[in-house]
């Protein structure tokens, strides 16, 4: 009887994608670490475990003026204001309600900060303050300077305070003798007199006269004596406008609060017309910007691009001119004359791209260059400042997108997220750093992208994220949302609290394309045993594509997997399943002879969650590639 042998099964191999970081879009495909999601991956965001999960969907708000040029928030006396500079309106708004303050703005994107219980916004053209009902411009209540003291009516007293570039008022304060009644100001050409007081009465215009050239004031009864020998009785004020003082300020763009010890003042630069130069406040007085307290800050013309704050110190940040040094360090020094802000040269190295784009992650801050997104760090050799990169994972798909100088950013809930182009680049301050030496020897952040974020103006609030689109839309991110129906994008929510009128976010994780370490042998992905494990929610679906070297890709499963929730039923995908451990769809496919093989795993579902644990491949190897 003839003997017959069976031939053994060909031996079966794994390999296992699971403990996933970010995304890689720097590396090839074929090179990328097998946690890393290659390009392609889209629409992720870590969990509270670094595992990939689909973002949560935005709503619209609020609809203003197009388009959106900033979101600010201040408090005033306690109270959180919202406002909104839309087109050429300033608005305030809440989730629920929007009201118009002001028309007639500059239809370009500003800023705004907060200080002494009221908001201040800059547009480029307007300085506008608001204390909680009205705006107005602050040049309408700018603080008036004293310019001199302890005159006497012939004039020659002693300098007090610079002349205010927000107000063309100025006074001077005299000691009269009883028998002068000319007095001479401290400057001629003047435009007019507003006001003479005399031992702090208010005396009428019929009592004197002026001389605009000469900048003189001729009572017709002399004032008198003061009570107090030497003192000054006699306080006269008058209006000077000098051409382009105004502008200097309301021009401006970029403001960032900076000081110590009591003497914070608001640092403002942006003006088109001098870049390289910004203003400070006096005495922690927004109304108040002295001539003379400005500062060129270096030799290059470049322009400044933002401000942050370092330990003491102020760094501020220049657009690159490859020639220069891009930042600088701005101290201060008290006297008991006057406070000093000396600034020293810093760093050399990328510079800042975007006046939006400035943010801290935790402690590290970050700008947008055109090389990617950078840090002011401490060098620990030469303990020197130095600027070193951060997002290495997706400088190559983020440095190319144009318009990189509308970029807007904003930290929320231990993200960097930069967005352009309705793309979002986003760094995750939640998970480790690794070390990548291409990235000037330094640690980057772990990295994801989403698209559908038409944002351009951010706000982040207590943990909300709002943002501004150049429609005119203020939108706000799901987060606040339970249930699926948080996982849509551009929605409203309906007089039931609903969300309605949104559309699927598509999210995708992409594995290398893998060689399983032998690019000369053809694989085969056999039937049984390969699957991807899935994280479980109320509404979820899975459509999974293989990719070789051969193809673009062609699905091989598709599944649903819906947990039965009483409270959230739908009869057209009803499920049996109510454990909520993780899902494993197996793939029941074969992929026959690849040298490189991508597995792709996209949820496309409205209103559905989606999140990904792992992905496991069997192969038999075959032959050698020829």
């Known amino acids: 009887m003839a003997a017959y042998s069976i031939p053994d099964s060909p031996k079966k191999y794994k390999?296992?994608?699971?403990?996933?970081?970010?995304?890689?879009?720097?590396?090839?495909?074929?090179?990328?670490?097998?946690?890393?999601?290659?390009a392609g991956t889209v629409n992720l965001i870590s969990d509270s475990g670094?595992?990939?999960?689909?973002?949560k969907g935005w709503r619209r708000l609020q609809e203003c003026e197009a388009p959106v040029n900033g979101l600010y928030r201040g408090t005033i006396k306690g109270k959180e204001y919202f406002?909104?500079?839309?087109?050429?309106?300033?608005?305030?708004?809440?989730?629920?309600?929007?009201?118009?303050?002001?028309?007639?703005?500059?239809?370009?994107?500003?800023?705004?900060?907060?200080?002494?219980?009221?908001?201040?916004?800059?547009?480029?053209?307007?300085?506008?303050?608001?204390?909680?009902?009205?705006?107005k411009n602050v040049t309408d209540e700018a603080y008036v300077p004293t310019t001199t003291i302890a005159n006497k009516p012939t004039g020659g007293g002693t300098a007090f305070e610079d002349v205010n570039l927000l107000s063309p008022k100025r006074k001077n304060e005299f000691s009269g003798d009883g028998s002068t009644k000319t007095y001479q100001l401290d400057t001629t050409d003047i435009d007019s007199i507003t006001e003479v007081k005399v031992n702090d009465e208010v005396w009428a215009s019929s009592k004197y006269s002026m001389d605009k050239a000469k900048g003189q004031v001729t009572f017709t009864e002399a004032p008198p004596r003061p009570a107090v020998t030497g003192a000054d009785n006699v306080t006269?004020?008058?209006?000077?406008?000098?051409?382009?003082?105004?502008?200097?300020?309301?021009?401006?763009?970029?403001?960032?609060?900076?000081?110590?010890?009591?003497?914070?003042?608001?640092?403002?630069?942006?003006?088109?017309?001098?870049?390289?130069?910004?203003?400070?406040?006096?005495?922690?007085?927004?109304?108040?910007?002295?001539?003379?307290?400005?500062?060129?800050?270096?030799?290059?013309?470049?322009?400044?691009?933002?401000?942050?704050?370092?330990?003491?110190?102020?760094?501020?940040?220049?657009?690159?001119?490859?020639?220069?040094?891009?930042?600088?360090?701005?101290?201060?020094?008290?006297?008991?004359?006057?406070?000093?802000?000396?600034?020293?040269?810093?760093?050399?190295?990328?510079?800042a791209v975007a006046k939006q784009g400035f943010a801290y992650l935790l402690d590290d801050p970050l700008f947008l260059s055109r090389s990617g997104v950078f840090s002011l760090t401490t060098n620990n050799l030469t303990a020197m400042q130095a600027v070193r990169n951060?997002?290495?994972?997706?400088?190559?798909?983020l440095t190319k997108e144009a318009n990189l100088e509308n970029a807007v950013s904003v930290a929320w809930n231990g993200y960097y997220v930069l967005c352009v182009n309705g793309k979002c680049y986003i760094l995750d301050g939640n998970q480790n750093l690794s070390y990548k030496p291409q990235s000037y020897g330094d640690y980057v952040y772990e990295c994801y992208y989403w698209d559908n974020l038409p944002a351009v103006a951010f706000l982040e609030y207590h943990g909300a994220l709002y943002f501004g689109t150049a429609d005119g839309k203020i939108c706000r991110l799901n987060t606040d949302i339970d249930?699926?129906?948080?996982?849509?994008?551009g929605g409203t929510k309906d007089e039931d609290g609903r969300i309605v009128g949104g559309r699927a976010i598509v999210a995708e994780w992409h594995t290398k394309a893998d060689d399983d370490g032998d690019f000369m042998t053809y694989k085969t992905m056999v039937k049984r045993g390969s699957g991807v494990m899935l994280k479980p929610y109320t509404r979820s679906s899975v459509i999974v594509y293989a990719r070789t070297d051969r193809d673009f890709g062609r699905k091989i499963r598709e599944?649903?997997?819906?947990?039965?929730?009483?409270?959230?039923?739908?009869?057209?995908?009803?499920?049996?399943?109510?454990?909520?451990?993780?899902?494993?769809?197996?793939?029941?496919?074969?992929?026959?002879?690849?040298?490189?093989?991508?597995?792709?795993?996209?949820?496309?579902?409205?209103?559905?969650?989606?999140?990904?644990?792992?992905?496991?491949?069997?192969?038999?190897?075959?032959?050698?590639?020829?």
């Open 15 to 38: 390999t296992e994608y699971s403990r996933f970081k970010g995304v890689d879009f720097s590396s090839n495909p074929t090179q990328i670490d097998d946690k890393r999601g290659a």
């Open 50 to 55: 670094g595992f990939p999960e689909k973002r």
């Open 83 to 135: 406002l909104v500079h839309g087109g050429t309106k300033l608005y305030q708004w809440t989730d629920n309600s929007i009201t118009q303050l002001k028309t007639g703005l500059k239809n370009a994107r500003g800023t705004a900060f907060s200080m002494n219980n009221k908001i201040y916004v800059l547009t480029g053209a307007e300085y506008l303050v608001f204390d909680g009902k009205t705006v």
């Open 236 to 351: 006269i004020t008058f209006s000077k406008a000098v051409d382009g003082y105004v502008d200097k300020i309301t021009k401006c763009t970029i403001a960032a609060i900076y000081g110590g010890k009591s003497q914070d003042r608001v640092f403002l630069a942006g003006n088109p017309d001098q870049p390289d130069t910004d203003w400070h406040c006096e005495s922690n007085d927004p109304t108040y910007f002295s001539d003379l307290s400005y500062a060129t800050i270096g030799a290059d013309g470049a322009p400044i691009m933002g401000y942050c704050s370092i330990s003491d110190s102020q760094a501020v940040f220049k657009a690159d001119n490859r020639s220069d040094t891009t930042i600088y360090f701005r101290g201060y020094t008290i006297t008991d004359k006057s406070v000093q802000f000396p600034v020293r040269r810093g760093a050399t190295g990328a510079g």
């Open 390 to 397: 951060r997002s290495f994972y997706v400088d190559a798909q």
């Open 483 to 489: 249930g699926m129906q948080a996982y849509s994008d």
């Open 559 to 626: 599944s649903l997997m819906d947990i039965f929730d009483f409270w959230d039923i739908d009869f057209s995908r009803f499920s049996f399943l109510t454990n909520d451990s993780p899902q494993v769809v197996p793939f029941n496919s074969k992929v026959k002879k690849y040298k490189t093989l991508q597995l792709i795993v996209r949820n496309e579902g409205l209103d559905e969650a989606f999140g990904v644990f792992g992905l496991i491949k069997r192969y038999t190897i075959g032959t050698s590639v020829r």
